[in-house]
């Protein structure tokens, strides 16, 4: 029973960093913007399309997101996701112009997209029935602590004068939840619609504490 209950809150914790790397991405342009148009001598419509191309992105991978999960499996998408987190925020970083750093921030909408129909339908497949309802309140609760945390991380780095460190903030929870995804159970409501009735199974008895419940 102690078993399934630690499996359980840690395949929670780890779908909830989706939402606290969509809180952090979607409030990093706040602090950092006025940085990125000095540097990239940018206009006051060409500094727009900074928060712009993430919430494209996020259309875009929100519009796909419900056939990648229903093709490939909701662990499999989320591992994807944490992985376009973690490589394009650091080539976000690392670019020198102002057109690969817009294509990196469009690839990360895509991520925060996938993650924001995932993570939830994930955490609603895995998580016990009495407390189904909490958890998808706690992904939501983390995006809202997202938000906070990188404004308070921008203010903390704005005597930098540097967007470049700002962003290399979202680095650590980015490379936190793509390896960490690599170690979560696949969704077995998932397994079963596709066939794969006993690895579902298998999964349950190590998420649920009765057999009555598998």
Not at 99 to 114: D, E, H, K, N, Y
Not at 119 to 145: D, F, N, V
């Amino acid at each position: 029973m102690a078993r399934s209950n630690s499996i359980v809150i840690w395949v929670c914790i780890i779908a909830a960093l989706a939402g606290l790397l969509f809180g952090l991405d979607i409030a990093y342009v706040n602090g950092s913007l006025d940085l990125i148009r000095q540097e990239f001598h940018l206009s006051n419509d060409e500094s727009q399309q900074i928060a712009g191309y993430l919430l494209a992105g996020a259309a875009a991978g929100a519009f796909c997101s419900g056939w990648l999960s229903r093709k490939f499996g909701r662990k499999k998408v989320l591992v994807l996701s944490g992985l376009i987190f973690t490589v394009f925020t650091f080539s976000g970083m690392l670019s020198h112009t102002i057109q690969v750093f817009l294509i990196s921030r469009f690839i990360i909408g895509i991520a925060v997209g996938i993650a924001s129909f995932v993570a939830p339908l994930y955490l609603s497949e895995i998580a016990p029935y009495k407390i189904r309802g909490g958890l998808i309140a706690l992904y939501q609760l983390m995006i809202t602590i997202g938000i906070f945390l990188m404004f308070i991380s921008n203010a903390a780095l704005l005597h930098t004068h540097s967007w470049r460190i700002m962003m290399s903030v979202l680095l650590v929870p980015s490379i936190i939840m793509f390896l960490s995804c690599l170690t979560l159970p696949e969704s077995p409501r998932w397994l079963f619609l596709t066939g794969k009735v006993k690895q579902a199974e298998e999964i349950l008895s190590r998420i649920r504490q009765s057999k009555e419940e598998v």
